[in-house]
């Protein structure tokens, strides 16, 4: 699995692009764009974004389907009463070769608003095998178990 991520034109537009395998992993069919929960529970990337130095965040689901969701929390694992009030994102699905292509579109709305305009960010995705079992992928599991949340595995930074 691939991920790339920036943050492009003047309006800060950020830009994901997610490279799965093709083979071996189900991919949910394609559905309407809509918020959904429990995304998770099959294959879907995820990113969680938070402000330089704060201890809130933002996590964002976007499935291969076409369905998102986005979640505050106050802090590690504390969920907000409501949810953000977002723009939608848009989720662009592609197969070429031997890959599976899902591209995420943000609008800087978005993003959690910082003085200096500095992300952390941590850039995942869950894959659902074949046979259902789950894997967890991120370019750092700072504990024993995958914990996406984890403030240590905020790796990125963004400006």
């Known amino acids: 699995m691939e991920v790339s991520l920036a943050r492009v034109g003047v309006s800060g537009t950020l830009e994901l692009r997610y490279r799965l395998p093709s083979s071996g992993v189900c991919v949910p069919a394609p559905a ?8 998770w529970w099959h294959t879907c990337a995820e990113l969680f ?3 330089e130095g704060e201890t809130a965040y933002r996590e964002f689901n976007f499935s291969p389907s076409g369905q998102w ?8 694992r504390e969920r907000a009463l409501t949810l953000p009030d977002v723009p939608l994102p848009r989720v662009v699905r592609a197969r070429i070769e031997d890959a599976f292509l899902l591209a995420v ?12 305009g500095a992300l952390r960010v941590s ?8 046979d259902g079992a789950l894997s967890y992928w991120a370019a750092k599991h700072p504990a024993a178990q995958p914990d996406f949340h984890h403030r240590d595995g905020f790796v990125l930074s963004l400006t």
């Open 32 to 39: 309407l764009p809509a918020r959904a929960d429990n995304l």
């Open 49 to 51: 974004v938070a402000a």
């Open 69 to 76: 969701a986005a979640y505050d929390f106050v802090a590690y």
């Open 105 to 116: 579109t943000l609008a800087p709305a978005c993003l959690p608003v910082t003085a200096g």
């Open 123 to 130: 850039a995942t995705m869950v894959l659902e095998a074949d």
